[in-house]
């Protein structure tokens, strides 16, 4: 499956782990992993995690690595990979994250003879068409680093385990980075499946008062998570122009006037697309400036 945009390609983070010596100085030339910025376009893919797993996995083989299981709902994802037959790592590793961008990342490889195992505390910074920020730390010594797409900072001088794990995690959250998830605020945001939808209506239903979601555009997809929040929050923040989603078109269509100040809301509408591959899109309100989207319902 070919992805939305045309990608910079990463370079080599894999690969550029196997070197035998690793300073904190070498670290710091770790090569830019910024994803390219898309066209923005107002449509929500109704893809399904297998699809998911091809478009990842339509970058990650080319760096060594293959996307084994994938799941995400708006309360966070996870992501388990492994090292490709054609590779000369052993490399497995889990990538868990909760609604507010923290979990874990478990690594497993061998180098050099010796079995490198390791959990780390993970906490994405930034995730989006700008830039990959992260910071991984050892929970047993301390011991952490915050990657990015242009250098490497630590706090204390930092063991190979920590650096091998940064390395491996920065290529999954890049290609994660593409359309799958984003980080707005601290708020992890996925695309908006089927699935994703079916369980953002399911909290709706627990927790009636706080019945909207953020959302966000990239791409060809709209992309929903976070914790639901009130209607007078969604009001405030909408006024920013941050993008919601609530499950049912009356409440999309009352959030879009009050962001508006009362003025009659303009919608509901739609949209195709303007990048491939055709997608199936979340019908939306605006307040009368356009500020924001109130997106509702299932995929259409």
């Not at 797993?53 to 994938?70: A, K, M, P, S, W």
């Not at 914790?227 to 007078?232: A, D, P």
């Not at 009659?264 to 979340?282: A, C, D, F, N, Q």
């Amino acid at each position: 499956m070919k992805l939305l945009a045309p990608l910079p390609k990463p370079r080599g983070w894999i690969g550029r782990a196997a070197v035998a010596v690793l300073t904190v100085a070498a670290m710091a030339a770790i090569g830019n992993v910024t994803p390219a910025s898309a066209e923005q376009a107002l449509q929500s893919s109704a893809v399904t995690e297998d699809q998911i797993v091809q478009e990842l996995n339509g970058g990650l083989t080319d760096e060594g690595i293959r996307v084994v299981d994938f799941a995400a709902e708006p309360g966070g994802l996870e992501v388990a990979v492994e090292a490709t037959p054609a590779s000369d790592s052993q490399l497995e590793s889990v990538l868990n994250l909760g609604s507010d961008a923290s979990g874990t990342f478990e690594y497993r490889d061998v180098v050099d003879g010796v079995v490198v195992n390791k959990v780390f505390d993970i906490h994405v910074l930034q995730l989006d068409e700008e830039n990959v920020r992260f910071r991984l730390t050892d929970p047993r010594t301390g011991e952490s680093a915050v990657f990015s797409g242009d250098d490497l900072h630590t706090s204390v001088p930092v063991a190979i385990p920590v650096f091998l794990g940064g390395v491996a995690v920065g290529e999954v959250l890049y290609w994660l980075a593409v359309g799958t998830a984003i980080v707005v605020g601290t708020a992890l945001l996925v695309k908006a499946t089927d699935k994703v939808i079916d369980k953002v209506k399911a909290d709706a239903r627990k927790k009636p008062d706080k019945k909207y979601f953020q959302a966000a555009i990239r791409g060809n997809y709209v992309l929903v998570g976070g914790n639901g929040v009130t209607y007078k929050t969604a009001i405030s923040q909408g006024k920013t122009g941050r993008n919601f989603y609530t499950p049912a078109e009356t409440d999309a269509k009352n959030l879009a006037k009050s962001v508006g100040n009362g003025a009659r809301p303009i919608g509901s509408e739609h949209h195709k697309p303007k990048l491939p591959p055709p997608g199936i899109w979340l019908r939306h309100y605006h307040p009368s400036n356009r500020v924001m989207h109130a997106f509702y319902g299932l995929p259409v």
